[in-house]
């Protein structure tokens, strides 16, 4: 941060409540000062889902896995893991698509979100 130029220093001159964005100075700028704030922002993110095709490999899974090391070795979190479809066999693992037409054919299942 400057004022008219100066460089000042956090918790010298000012203090800033990062829940609510606050910059506090110890002495206030004279009147019509230039105040410049710099800063930068990391962004963090969450991915719904990381999904398997049902009738996927091994492989896919492990695939699927490398992908989800990796986004956390990016600070990022993934939701929800699961299956395109409702597999009968894999009870428990959630299925992002919805079978509307009541069978287990692939024309059967639309996207539940929508």
Same mark, same amino acid.
């Given at each position: 941060?400057?004022?008219?130029?100066?460089?000042?220093?956090?918790?010298?001159? &000012?203090?800033?409540?990062?829940?609510?964005?606050?910059?506090?100075?110890?002495?206030?700028?004279?009147?019509?000062?230039?105040?410049?704030?710099? &800063? /930068?922002?990391?962004?963090?993110?969450?991915?719904?889902?990381?999904?398997?095709?049902?009738?996927?490999?091994?492989?896919?899974?492990?695939?699927? /896995?490398?992908?989800?090391?990796?986004?956390?070795?990016?600070?990022?979190?993934?939701?929800?893991?699961?299956?395109?479809?409702?597999?009968?066999?894999?009870?428990?693992?959630?299925?992002?698509? &919805?079978?509307?037409?009541?069978?287990?054919?692939?024309?059967?299942? &639309?996207?539940?979100?929508?």
């Amino acid at each position: 941060m400057f004022v008219d130029g100066v460089l000042k220093e956090r918790d010298v001159d &000012y203090t800033i409540d990062f829940v609510t964005g606050t910059i506090t100075f110890f002495v206030p700028p004279p009147l019509n000062s230039l105040v410049e704030v710099y &800063y /930068s922002t990391t962004v963090v993110g969450r991915w719904k889902w990381g999904v398997v095709g049902r009738d996927s490999k091994a492989a896919d899974a492990n695939g699927l /896995s490398i992908l989800t090391s990796y986004i956390a070795s990016l600070g990022l979190t993934i939701g929800a893991s699961g299956q395109e479809m409702d597999n009968p066999l894999t009870l428990g693992i959630p299925a992002l698509l &919805y079978s509307f037409g009541g069978g287990t054919d692939r024309l059967n299942y &639309y996207d539940s979100i929508w």
